[in-house]
């Protein structure tokens, strides 16, 4: 079952700029969005802790990293810990 959050999660805005990237991102997808890891996504829990999608950074990915190429430097250190300290490891 997919993600509640699919239509408008926006992991979904964020460019692809390679074909490394793209592949990356359509795994990222079959497992977490569409996939046996939703109850992991960290992006689902940071949105579910902190009030909403809005509050979920940009370029967070599932798995609580950032996209390649960039960093959490922009990140709320509420987001912060959350990616860090998920409660799955």
């Given at each position: 079952?997919?993600?509640?959050?699919?239509?408008?999660?926006?992991?979904?805005?964020?460019?692809?700029?390679?074909?490394?990237?793209?592949?990356a991102?359509?795994?990222?997808?079959?497992?977490?969005?569409?996939?046996?890891?939703?109850?992991?996504?960290?992006?689902r829990?940071?949105?579910?802790?902190?009030?909403?999608?809005?509050?979920?950074?940009?370029?967070?990915?599932?798995?609580?990293?950032?996209?390649?190429?960039?960093?959490?430097?922009?990140?709320?250190?509420?987001?912060?810990?959350?990616?860090?300290?998920?409660?799955?490891?």
């Open positions: 079952m997919d993600c509640e959050n699919i239509k408008g999660c926006t992991l979904f805005k964020i460019p692809l700029a390679s074909k490394e990237r793209e592949l991102f359509q795994g990222f997808v079959r497992m977490y969005c569409k996939g046996d890891l939703k109850e992991k996504c960290v992006r829990l940071v949105g579910r802790t902190l009030g909403g999608p809005s509050k979920i950074p940009e370029n967070m990915m599932p798995n609580g990293l950032p996209l390649a190429g960039t960093d959490d430097s922009k990140w709320s250190p509420e987001a912060k810990a959350l990616a860090k300290n998920r409660p799955w490891g």
